[in-house]
């Protein structure tokens, strides 16, 4: 068994009616969001939009939440969310919301209520930087962008 982290959620006024993040099956690592828009949004093709999700959140320090895109939008409609994943930092308690992009080729309208993305919480390790003078040397070495592959 794992270790449950609690996170509260509290629902913005004037979102009663949208629906809280949710699983959509059981073992999902995703909790689905829904857009908190007070009327419809056309995503226009190479457009983008700030969706507000009608809640805010608070957890524990060592956890992130991050924001990504669901599958479906993608392939059905090459809508999709930039920045992606977006981090939701544990010390932010604003709104949540989702910077969706319509990468295909009509208009998407995002109505109230729609599933727009979803949230997968992660765990954030403590990390100290240590600058130091050279680095170890290794097989790869500075090879970059495409350098284990030929394609």
């Known amino acids: 068994m794992f ?10 006024p004037g979102n009663e009616d949208i629906p809280l993040p949710q699983k959509m099956s059981q073992l999902a690592s995703g909790f689905d969001l829904y857009a908190a828009v007070t009327e419809p949004v056309t995503l226009e093709p190479g457009a983008r939009a700030l969706i507000p999700t009608g809640f805010a959140l608070a957890m524990p320090d060592e956890l992130e939440a991050q924001i990504r895109p669901r599958s479906g939008l993608a392939f059905k409609h090459g809508i999709t969310s930039l920045n992606s994943p977006g ?23 995002i109505e109230r209520k729609e599933r727009i993305a979803q949230m997968v919480f992660q765990l954030v390790p403590q990390i100290r930087l240590t600058e130091v003078e050279e680095l170890d040397d290794t097989v790869r070495g500075a090879g970059g962008f495409g350098h284990t592959g030929t394609k």
């Open 87 to 109: 981090t939701i930092d544990a010390d932010y308690r604003g709104e949540v919301k989702v910077l969706l992009i319509n990468h295909g080729q009509e208009p998407f309208i």
């Open 3 to 12: 270790n449950a982290f609690e996170v509260r959620i509290k629902r913005l």
